[in-house]
C-alpha cells in the first residue's frame, strides 16, 4: 500500500508564507502526477497545483504567481511553496498523487491558516 504524509500546515499571518510537503511511502511505485488540492470549509475540494513527472505544470487561476509546486521523482516527493498567502487560502490541503495502473492515492491533510 502507498501512504502519502503530509506536512508544513499551520497558522499564518496575511501576506506570509507556508511551505508545505509531501513524501510518499511503502511500496515502491512511480508517479504519473502528483500534487496538491484545497478544501475550505462547506465547499468542495478543489485543484490547486499538479506536475506531472515529466515536469508540466498547471496551476489553479487563484494561486498562480503566489504558489510554487516542485517535485523531487528520486524521492517521491512534492513540496508546495506558498507565498503572499490571503485569508481565502485557509483550507485543508491533501496531497494527491496517481498511477497509471494503481489509481489515485490521497494523504490525510494539514491544514492552513492565514489570518491576522
Known amino acids: 500500500q502507498v501512504q502519502l504524509v503530509e506536512s508544513g500546515g499551520g497558522l499564518v499571518q496575511p501576506g506570509g508564507s507556508l511551505r508545505l510537503s509531501c513524501a510518499a511511502s511503502g511500496i515502491a511505485l512511480w508517479f504519473d502526477a502528483m500534487g496538491w488540492y484545497r478544501q475550505a470549509p462547506g465547499k468542495q475540494r478543489e485543484l490547486v497545483a499538479t506536475i506531472t513527472h515529466g515536469g508540466s505544470i498547471n496551476y489553479a487561476d487563484s494561486v498562480k504567481g503566489r504558489f510554487t509546486i516542485s517535485l523531487d521523482t528520486a524521492k517521491n516527493t512534492v513540496d508546495l511553496q506558498m507565498n503572499s498567502l490571503k485569508s481565502e487560502d485557509t483550507a485543508v490541503y491533501y496531497c494527491?498523487?496517481?498511477?497509471?495502473?494503481?489509481?489515485?492515492?490521497w494523504g490525510r491533510g494539514t491544514q492552513v491558516t492565514v489570518s491576522s
Open positions: 494527491y498523487a496517481v498511477n497509471g495502473i494503481r489509481g489515485g492515492f
